[in-house]
Antibody, heavy 119, light 111 residues
Framework: EVQLVESGGGLVKPGGSLRLSCAAS????????MNWVRQAPGKGLEWVSS????????YYADSVKGRFTISRDNAKNSLFLQMNSLRVEDTAVYYC????????????WGQGTLVTVSS | QSVLTQPPSVSGAPGQRVTISCTGS?????????VHWYQQLPGTAPKLLIY???NRPSGVPDRFSGSKSGTSASLAISGLQAEDEADYYC???????????FGGGTKLTVL
């Protein structure tokens, strides 16, 4: 069974940092492009970042470029999101999701982890 | 402001058919990229509902169907049931962003 389990969310002050993790199981992690997607309270889905299967290609939404860093450890079936210079508007549930290729769907999602940026 | 445009809400009575539209542009849907649809029940993570414009993953009832034409796509739900009440999101790929793009979501209310 495919499982994606996020962790690392919490309350942080504006300007602070947080590192999210996503533990994957039940599939060949190293074969998939992994993604972070966020959802602000009461709002829609927003793609944040993607990393290809061997970390060759990395992309970010303009809203987080220069502040967030995505990475992965295929040996440990894990995905990470280092979030620096956090802003109030980064408050959201952060989901990790897998995708088999650029144009393919996000076919499995984790349950999400809540990040709250507030003073 | 989402890259793809969806109506904020739709509603229908049990047993009826509703459609949800998703409008994009020449850098995403109009460029030929597939459209995918997700269902998000209250308090849960999104779940893939339709992929590749009109394909259903295993376990998704055939009451759900998708279509795509030009720069737009649609999700149709027939034989509405109370359990269909949820938020629905369309998603495609955008060449200018090099990543997935979503619609703003449509809240379906079953009357």
């Amino acid at each position: 069974e495919v499982q994606l389990v996020e962790s690392g969310g919490g309350l942080v002050k504006p300007g602070g940092s947080l590192r999210l993790s996503c533990a994957a199981s039940g599939f060949t992690f190293s074969s998939y492009t992994m993604n972070w997607v966020r959802q602000a309270p009461g709002k829609g889905l927003e793609w944040v970042s993607s990393i290809s299967s061997r970390s060759t290609y990395i992309y970010y939404a303009d809203s987080v470029k220069g502040r967030f860093t995505i990475s992965r450890d295929n040996a440990k079936n894990s995905l990470f999101l280092q979030m620096n210079s956090l802003r109030v508007e980064d408050t959201a549930v952060y989901y990790c999701a897998r995708r088999h290729g650029d144009y393919l769907p996000l076919d499995y999602w984790g349950q999400g982890t809540l990040v709250t940026v507030s003073s | 402001q989402s890259v793809l445009t969806q109506p904020p809400s739709v509603s229908g009575a049990p047993g009826q058919r509703v459609t949800i539209s998703c409008t994009g542009s020449s850098s995403n849907i109009g460029a030929g990229y597939d459209v995918h649809w997700y269902q998000q029940l209250p308090g849960t993570a999104p779940k893939l509902l339709i992929y590749g414009n009109n394909n259903r993953p295993s376990g998704v009832p055939d009451r759900f169907s998708g279509s795509k034409s030009g720069t737009s796509a649609s999700l149709a739900i027939s034989g509405l049931q109370a359990e269909d009440e949820a938020d629905y999101y369309c998603q495609s790929y955008d060449s200018s962003l090099s990543g997935p793009v979503f619609g703003g979501g449509t809240k379906l209310t079953v009357l």
